[in-house]
């Protein structure tokens, strides 16, 4: 199967899942969006390009930040994805945005068209990484800024361990390939940032940023929505047997508990955020 078949038949099925729980996936990964704001120094009146956005997020945030006079443009390569993004800015009456279906690697825009461009967790899944970050940097207005959001360390983000180290003790699960197709494909740090360099950036920059990941969603509430949203956890739960998944889901509320909070959930998290600029005719 080809690289671009794995994702598009890996996501399509989360489609709906993250369309249903949009509004608690961008309250939760919203730090991330500002922090992807800074480092790509987005602002009022701007044309910005959203790599990998899902069913519409940071899209339909940035959307009100550029104002009417600037625009976002939103691309993935998921029919369905953008479907839901369109369905999303159509109860939100937007009028800035623009989704259309493409991958990283080709994308439909002319050279020097847009005065950011921002990836949240989008980059770990191109097939062909170096290839996509060039692209990314071709539509880029010289001077301006490329921004991308990473997981850092698996062991570090309890979002992603609290109930997949339970699921892992009741289904083998083979160690991933070094550059597989996986969120955290770039945990390590300087990873993502040589491949930037070697894209053709300047400037490129990587910081690590610590945040709290909230959800004002109960534990039980929050195990369904894990679940839904990975379409890895999903296929490991369905090879168990009933009792085995009773056993499963009582271990991972317990563990979830641990994060439970007055008003839902918390995590702590942490992310890496890579940049650069685009060199200008004279290189800088």
Do not use: C
């Not at 489609?15 to 991330?32: C, D, G, L, N, T």
């Not at 956890?233 to 641990?258: F, M, W, Y």
């Not at 918390?266 to 890496?272: C, D, N």
């Amino acid at each position: 199967m080809q690289p671009d078949q794995e994702i598009i038949n890996r996501w399509t099925g989360s489609a709906p899942y993250w369309e249903k729980h949009r509004e608690v996936i961008r309250q939760m990964f919203a730090p991330v969006t500002q922090g992807l704001v800074e480092d790509g120094q987005i602002g009022s009146g701007q044309v910005v390009l959203d790599i990998a956005m899902g069913p519409g997020e940071p899209a339909l945030s940035l959307a009100g930040l550029v104002g009417p006079e600037g625009k976002v443009f939103g691309i993935d390569p998921i029919p369905e994805m953008v479907a839901a993004a369109r369905r999303a800015a159509d109860r939100l009456v937007l009028r800035n945005v623009q989704f259309d279906v493409a991958f990283a690697d080709q994308l439909p825009f002319p050279a020097d068209m847009f005065d950011a461009v921002i990836s949240r967790f989008g980059v770990m899944f191109f097939p062909a990484p170096l290839d996509g970050l060039r692209e990314m940097l071709r539509v880029l207005k010289p001077g301006r800024k490329l921004a991308l959001a990473v997981w850092h360390f698996a062991e570090n983000n309890p979002f992603h361990y609290s109930v997949s180290r339970v699921i892992d003790r009741y289904v083998e699960s083979p160690p991933l390939a070094p550059d597989a197709l996986d969120a955290f494909r770039f945990a390590t740090p300087g990873k993502l940032r040589t491949i930037l360099n070697e894209a053709g950036a300047m400037s490129v920059s990587e910081r690590l940023l610590r945040f709290p990941i909230e959800a004002a969603v109960p534990v039980k509430d929050f195990w369904t929505l894990r679940i839904e949203m990975s379409e890895k956890l999903r296929e490991k739960i369905a090879r168990l047997s009933n009792d085995q998944l009773a056993k499963v889901k009582r271990e991972a509320l317990e563990s979830l508990g641990e994060y439970s909070t007055n008003g839902g959930m918390g995590f702590p998290a942490e992310v890496l955020i890579v940049s650069g600029v685009k060199a200008t005719a004279h290189g800088t």
